[in-house]
């Protein structure tokens, strides 16, 4: 069974870190893009970050630049968010995605290139 699991969510001040994990089974990410999202309720997912197959590229969107981070290790199997500086208005639950057929960055924010999706982790902002 193919299977992404999201992990490392949890209730931090502003200002405070966390750092995501995405770990795969069944599968093996090391021909994938992952990318990551989140969603409050009502509104669309959106798209934060992705990293290329062989990490050579990773786009940002301009609401996490310079405060997240994402990385790779094909060996374990996983893909990390590093969220640095954290703002109430980041709080939401957290997807992470893989797809397949992502060649490049130019379309890696969007959902709708993605395969297979994990079930989410909630980040909560707060003091």
């Known amino acids: 069974q193919l299977q992404l699991v999201e992990s490392g969510g949890g209730l931090v001040q502003p200002g405070g870190s966390l750092r995501l994990s995405c770990a795969a089974s069944?599968?093996?990410?090391?021909?994938?893009?992952i990318g990551w999202f989140r969603q409050v309720p009502g509104n669309e997912r959106e798209g934060l970050s992705c990293i290329t197959s062989n990490a050579g590229s990773t786009k940002y969107a301009d609401s996490v630049k310079g405060r997240f981070t994402i990385s790779r290790d094909n060996g374990k199997n996983t893909v990390y968010l590093q969220m640095n500086s954290l703002k109430p208005e980041d709080t939401a639950v957290y997807y992470c995605a893989a797809g397949g057929a992502l060649d490049g960055t130019t379309w890696c924010l969007s959902p709708y290139e993605y395969d297979y999706w994990g079930q989410g982790t909630q980040v909560t902002v707060s003091s």
């Open positions: 069944g599968f093996t990410l090391d021909y994938y893009a």
